[in-house]
């Protein structure tokens, strides 16, 4: 079968997590609140009301274009972009169109080639319209509720140059980029809606499609990977792919063609004549950048001595970078091992972020390893004691109490070597096959050993200590 | 706090609501009764724009200006009828009825804040406001016999103003003398962090009536084509009086204007489609009962909503920056905008206020104007200082069939004070 390229660009819609929205002094916080609740005039756009540019909101796209090194016009301009639905409360959306922001910038991801460079089109500021609530279908819904809560949350919209080759790349592309915009501290990954992508995919020598409403990060893979085999299987059946806009619908992992009246739009894009000219020359140089995922990464490799798979996993997330760099003094590669590896898979498996937790409980656990006070297989049954209770909203115990409570440390050398006699007393025919050569017969007296202990002996240790005793018998 | 009661003999239909019982404050307008054009927002006053789509609805805010006249002991005793969304010259396009010239109710007070200037003209009130995106101001001032001043663009906070066309249009003042409106004035301008394109630019001024050595264009252009050669001669001598009383009259021309009524309308069509978009029945008028599409739905209403003058205009407006277009009409428009301005700036090296008539004829006799373009026409000398933003005024100067005849001033930007001692001294001198 003949094998097509992948050709895949983004366009990123994120919810800037300023306290303000983009253009009244509105909260942006109405997670607890009543639909409609975080409103006034201009966000209503009620006539006669007008925008004011946020210049927090400013401030933070900024930082973005900074550390997507675009090249930041001195002069940007917001547009409306004009187009009918009810949760659109002015008819028009302000955002920017022929002078955005930012434009011509770069973000490495580690591609499916090794490391590579994605480019950035352009990043603009624009405000988040309000949301349509439909009671019952959509197509035969009796009626639709709006909300403008979200009307004027400060939102940035960044797009790639379709230089992305695969939907594991798209993941990847949104990972990273969801680090850095959490480095940043201008984004809340974990707020509902807060990052959507629109995707554009198309197969080598094909038409374009336009993917919209993807709304999770595994959706972008899901959607795109869809989309690649729809498209795949036209062209295997020598039909055509049509340039279309379709709809991701999330809990069926598919896309459904959406071309309705409505969808075509003539947006009539203009300048906004409320708003002047965005001049930001004066604060571009007063805008700092922390240390972002490349570089802390880097600062791993060397300060701590970890591998670059451990260094790109635990900088892979802002949380998990500060936790780690919370446990690391115990010891920098043991920590290392145990986050990235055991932690990350029982958090991973409860569908857990790194919130669940805590690094004191988990330095403890980090220092009884280190100190041979428990075995691995007892820290790892620990780690998911905590786990387990942290998911039933119980208070964990500390691994201290634990390793008391259940007797975990452990076992001495002569409680071992006392356990091994006992052992070689009672398994007479083992022994006799052990001394006939068979090696497997030590594996079974090993495992008998370990039955007595409660798997408290160190296997290595326990290992050699067993041939030793039974090689002076003879 | 006082209260006055108000209960006009509104025989020429300035109103569209009255508020019967007012209270008002100590300040600079204690007492003083103030007419607001209807598309400014009042808190709990029911906000209309004269149109059936806002039929009903009660901003939950005041206006900027609304809060400075407030603060200033001004009683705000109603709403004044005007052209539904400022769109018109007479105050026929009103849903609401129409305005009649107080002077002669055979003939319209001008528009489109013809309620606000009949409302001066008649003496219901000491003075009013109004809004001016092409003339609104001055051309029924100019209608009705009284002084009306359309700000530079920047001077007087908008935040508030049911926009028509934001980057055309400004509040200000209408009164029966340059004194009063000086007044009025010093209460509006000023900046206000909740317009983007207002300017910190105080007036504080009070007019002076010494206008020796002040140099005075008189645009070639302004006497030209389309101009009632009656009305032009009443102008001509009101420069004559200027000159008396010591002004320099110099001779210029604008070239611009040529292209100033087309960048004229289509920039404020397409800023007004944009505008209106958002009456579709879902927030405003009355509420959608048919179980059509909302896209259905949205059309119906509208099509109900707006009157034709509305429509005609949301249908230019849409048609100017639709894709393909743009370049052609809304972009070609501000090209032509910067020409009116460079114009402008040009002469003002030269003089230091421009004079000529405000409108090219008396007021229009209902229905003389039946034909939409003959009616865009007459906006001809009244929207170049809107397209540059520079401040314009119409003081009355004489009278041609009995009717008034307005004197437009025109002056540098934020230089209101000068054209204001211009027209006060015209005034003094004539009065």
């Given at each position: 079968?003949?094998?097509?390229?992948?050709?895949?660009?983004?366009?990123?819609?994120?919810?800037?997590?300023?306290?303000?929205?983009?253009?009244?002094?509105?909260?942006?916080?109405f997670?607890?609140?009543?639909?409609?609740?975080?409103?006034?005039p201009?966000?209503?756009?009620?006539?006669?009301?007008?925008?004011?540019?946020?210049k927090r909101?400013?401030?933070?796209a900024?930082?973005?274009?900074?550390?997507?090194?675009?090249?930041?016009?001195?002069?940007?301009?917001?547009?409306?972009?004009?187009?009918?639905?009810?949760?659109?409360?002015?008819?028009?959306?302000?955002?920017?169109?022929?002078?955005?922001?930012?434009?011509?910038?770069?973000?490495?991801?580690?591609?499916?080639?090794?490391?590579?460079?994605?480019?950035?089109?352009?990043i603009?500021?624009?405000?988040?319209?309000?949301?349509?609530?439909?009671?019952?279908?959509?197509?035969?819904?009796?009626?639709?509720?709006?909300?403008?809560?979200?009307?004027?949350?400060p939102?940035?919209?960044?797009?790639?140059?379709?230089?992305?080759?695969s939907?594991?790349?798209?993941?990847?592309?949104?990972?990273k980029?969801?680090?850095?915009l959490?480095?940043?501290?201008?984004?809340?990954?974990?707020?509902?809606?807060?990052?959507?992508?629109?995707?554009?995919?198309?197969?080598?020598?094909?038409e374009?499609?336009?993917?919209?409403?993807?709304?999770?990060y595994?959706?972008?893979?899901?959607?795109?990977?869809?989309?690649?085999?729809?498209?795949?299987?036209?062209?295997?059946?020598?039909?055509?792919?049509?340039?279309?806009?379709?709809?991701?619908?999330?809990?069926?992992g598919?896309?459904?063609?959406?071309?309705?009246?409505?969808?075509?739009?003539?947006?009539?894009?203009?300048?906004?004549?409320?708003?002047?000219?965005?001049?930001?020359?004066?604060?571009?140089?007063?805008?700092e950048?922390?240390?972002?995922?490349?570089?802390?990464?880097?600062?791993?490799?060397?300060?701590?001595?970890?591998?670059?798979?451990?260094?790109?996993?635990?900088?892979?997330?802002l949380?998990?970078?500060?936790?780690?760099?919370?446990?690391?003094?115990?010891d920098?590669?043991?920590?290392?091992t145990?986050?990235?590896?055991?932690?990350?898979?029982?958090?991973?498996?409860?569908?857990?972020s790194?919130?669940?937790?805590?690094s004191?409980?988990?330095?403890?656990?980090?220092?009884?390893?280190?100190?041979?006070?428990?075995?691995?297989k007892?820290?790892?049954?620990i780690?998911?004691?905590?786990l387990?209770?942290?998911?039933?909203?119980?208070k964990?115990?500390?691994?201290?109490?634990?390793?008391?409570?259940?007797?975990?440390?452990?076992?001495?050398?002569?409680?071992?070597?006392?356990?091994?006699?006992?052992?070689?007393?009672e398994?007479?025919?083992?022994?006799?096959?052990?001394?006939?050569?068979?090696?497997?017969?030590l594996?079974?007296?090993?495992?008998?050993?370990?039955?007595?202990?409660?798997?408290?002996?160190?296997?290595?240790?326990?290992?050699?200590?067993?041939?030793?005793i039974?090689?002076?018998?003879? | 706090?006082?209260?006055?009661?108000?209960?006009?003999?509104?025989?020429?239909?300035?109103?569209?609501?009255?508020?019967?019982?007012?209270?008002?404050?100590?300040g600079?307008?204690?007492?003083?009764?103030?007419?607001?054009k209807?598309?400014?927002?009042?808190?709990?006053?029911?906000?209309?724009?004269a149109?059936?789509?806002?039929k009903?609805?009660?901003?939950?805010?005041?206006?900027?200006?609304?809060?400075?006249?407030?603060?200033?002991?001004?009683?705000?005793?109603?709403?004044?009828?005007?052209?539904e969304?400022?769109?018109?010259?007479?105050?026929?396009?009103?849903?609401?009825?129409?305005?009649?010239?107080?002077?002669?109710?055979?003939?319209?007070?001008?528009?489109?804040?013809?309620g606000?200037?009949?409302?001066?003209?008649?003496?219901?009130?000491?003075?009013?406001?109004?809004?001016?995106?092409?003339?609104?101001?001055?051309?029924?001032?100019?209608f009705?016999?009284?002084?009306?001043?359309?700000?530079?663009?920047?001077?007087?906070?908008?935040?508030?103003l049911i926009?028509?066309?934001?980057?055309?249009?400004?509040?200000?003042?209408?009164?029966?003398?340059?004194?009063?409106?000086?007044r009025?004035?010093?209460?509006?301008?000023?900046?206000?962090?909740?317009?983007?394109?207002?300017?910190d630019?105080p007036?504080?001024?009070?007019?002076?009536?010494?206008?020796?050595?002040?140099?005075?264009?008189?645009?070639?252009?302004?006497?030209?084509?389309?101009?009632?050669?009656?009305?032009?001669?009443?102008?001509?001598?009101?420069?004559?009086?200027?000159?008396?009383?010591?002004?320099?009259?110099?001779?210029?021309?604008?070239?611009?204007?040529k292209?100033?009524?087309?960048?004229?309308?289509?920039?404020?069509t397409?800023?007004?489609?944009?505008?209106?978009?958002?009456?579709?029945?879902?927030?405003?008028?009355?509420?959608?009962?048919?179980?059509?599409?909302?896209?259905d739905?949205?059309?119906?209403?509208?099509?109900?909503?707006?009157?034709?003058e509305?429509?005609?205009?949301?249908?230019?407006?849409?048609?100017?920056?639709?894709?393909?277009?743009?370049?052609?009409?809304y972009?070609?428009?501000?090209?032509?905008?910067?020409?009116?301005?460079?114009?402008?700036?040009?002469?003002?090296?030269?003089?230091?206020?421009?004079?000529?008539p405000t409108?090219?004829?008396?007021?229009?006799?209902?229905g003389?104007?039946?034909?939409?373009?003959?009616?865009?026409?007459?906006?001809?000398?009244t929207?170049?200082?809107?397209?540059?933003?520079?401040?314009?005024?119409?003081?009355?100067?004489?009278?041609?069939?009995?009717?008034?005849v307005?004197?437009q001033?025109?002056?540098?930007?934020?230089?209101?004070?000068?054209?204001?001692?211009?027209?006060?001294?015209?005034?003094?001198?004539v009065?």
């Open positions: 079968m003949e094998d097509f390229e992948t050709i895949i660009g983004l366009e990123i819609h994120c919810q800037l997590n300023t306290k303000s929205k983009m253009f009244c002094g509105c909260s942006t916080d997670r607890d609140n009543e639909p409609n609740t975080h409103t006034c201009i966000c209503l756009g009620l006539p006669g009301s007008m925008p004011m540019i946020n909101a400013v401030e933070y900024l930082k973005v274009a900074k550390a997507l090194e675009c090249t930041i016009r001195e002069e940007s301009e917001f547009s409306r972009k004009n187009y009918f639905y009810p949760d659109l409360n002015k008819a028009y959306q302000i955002t920017q169109y022929d002078k955005p922001l930012a434009e011509r910038g770069k973000l490495l991801i580690d591609g499916d080639h090794g490391e590579k460079e994605v480019r950035i089109t352009r603009h500021l624009e405000e988040d319209p309000g949301r349509s609530v439909h009671m019952g279908t959509t197509d035969r819904g009796k009626y639709t509720l709006v909300d403008y809560n979200r009307a004027g949350i939102l940035i919209e960044i797009v790639t140059e379709p230089d992305i080759r939907p594991k790349e798209a993941r990847k592309f949104l990972n980029l969801r680090a850095t959490e480095y940043l501290n201008v984004f809340d990954s974990e707020k509902e809606g807060s990052l959507r992508v629109d995707a554009n995919i198309s197969l080598k020598g094909s374009r499609v336009e993917v919209k409403n993807i709304s999770s595994k959706g972008v893979e899901k959607a795109l990977t869809f989309e690649v085999t729809r498209q795949k299987n036209l062209l295997r059946r020598g039909q055509p792919v049509i340039r279309e806009t379709r709809h991701f619908v999330e809990a069926r598919v896309t459904t063609s959406s071309r309705s009246k409505e969808e075509e739009h003539d947006y009539r894009y203009f300048p906004e004549p409320d708003l002047l000219p965005l001049r930001v020359a004066s604060w571009v140089d007063a805008i950048l922390p240390e972002l995922p490349d570089a802390r990464r880097e600062r791993f490799r060397t300060q701590y001595g970890v591998s670059l798979e451990h260094a790109k996993t635990l900088t892979g997330e949380k998990l970078a500060d936790f780690y760099e919370h446990v690391a003094s115990v920098p590669l043991l920590a290392a145990w986050t990235a590896d055991y932690l990350l898979g029982e958090l991973n498996y409860r569908d857990f790194i919130d669940a937790m805590s004191d409980l988990f330095r403890e656990l980090l220092d009884l390893i280190k100190a041979d006070t428990i075995t691995d007892s820290a790892v049954e780690l998911r004691m905590i387990d209770a942290v998911k039933e909203g119980r964990p115990e500390r691994p201290y109490e634990i390793v008391k409570r259940l007797g975990l440390a452990k076992t001495s050398g002569d409680q071992i070597t006392a356990l091994i006699h006992d052992v070689i007393a398994q007479k025919a083992a022994v006799d096959d052990y001394y006939a050569g068979k090696s497997q017969a594996n079974f007296l090993v495992g008998q050993v370990m039955k007595k202990c409660r798997g408290r002996a160190d296997p290595g240790y326990l290992n050699k200590l067993l041939r030793e039974l090689d002076k018998k003879v | 706090m006082k209260t006055l009661s108000f209960h006009p003999d509104d025989a020429v239909h300035a109103f569209i609501t009255t508020i019967p019982h007012v209270s008002y404050g100590e600079p307008l204690c007492g003083m009764t103030v007419a607001v209807d598309n400014i927002s009042t808190k709990g006053i029911e906000t209309t724009c149109s059936r789509i806002l009903g609805y009660i901003p939950p805010y005041d206006a900027h200006v609304i809060t400075l006249l407030r603060n200033a002991g001004a009683a705000i005793v109603g709403k004044t009828n005007m052209d969304f400022g769109m018109g010259t007479t105050t026929e396009n009103s849903a609401f009825g129409p305005t009649y010239n107080p002077l002669d109710h055979s003939r319209v007070p001008g528009g489109s804040s013809g606000s200037a009949a409302a001066v003209a008649a003496g219901l009130v000491d003075c009013a406001i109004g809004s001016d995106t092409g003339g609104s101001i001055r051309c029924p001032a100019a009705c016999g009284i002084v009306g001043l359309k700000p530079t663009y920047g001077r007087v906070s908008r935040y508030g926009a028509y066309a934001n980057s055309l249009e400004q509040i200000g003042p209408m009164a029966r003398d340059v004194g009063t409106l000086s009025l004035f010093s209460v509006l301008a000023g900046y206000d962090r909740r317009d983007a394109t207002s300017v630019k007036y504080t001024h009070t007019p002076c009536a010494d206008i020796k050595g002040l140099k005075v264009g008189v645009p070639r252009e302004f006497f030209g084509e389309g101009v009632n050669p009656q009305v032009a001669d009443v102008v001509r001598q009101a420069i004559e009086t200027l000159k008396s009383l010591g002004a320099q009259a110099i001779p210029c021309t604008i070239p611009s204007m292209y100033a009524l087309a960048a004229y309308y289509v920039t404020c397409s800023e007004a489609s944009s505008n209106l978009a958002r009456f579709d029945g879902v927030r405003y008028g009355p509420p959608i009962t048919s179980m059509k599409s909302w896209h739905a949205f059309s119906d209403q509208r099509k109900a909503g707006f009157g034709k509305v429509r005609r205009r949301i249908m230019l407006g849409t048609f100017s920056l639709a894709a393909g277009y743009y370049g052609r009409y972009h070609k428009a501000q090209t032509a905008r910067q020409m009116v301005r460079n114009d402008f700036d040009r002469i003002f090296k030269e003089v230091d206020v421009i004079a000529g409108m090219p004829d008396i007021a229009f006799k209902f003389e104007k039946s034909d939409p373009l003959q009616m865009y026409l007459s906006d001809i000398l929207v170049p200082a809107n397209l540059a933003g520079v401040p314009a005024l119409s003081v009355p100067c004489g009278t041609v069939d009995s009717m008034p307005g004197l001033l025109i002056g540098r930007y934020f230089e209101e004070e000068r054209i204001i001692d211009a027209a006060y001294a015209f005034e003094q001198e009065a």
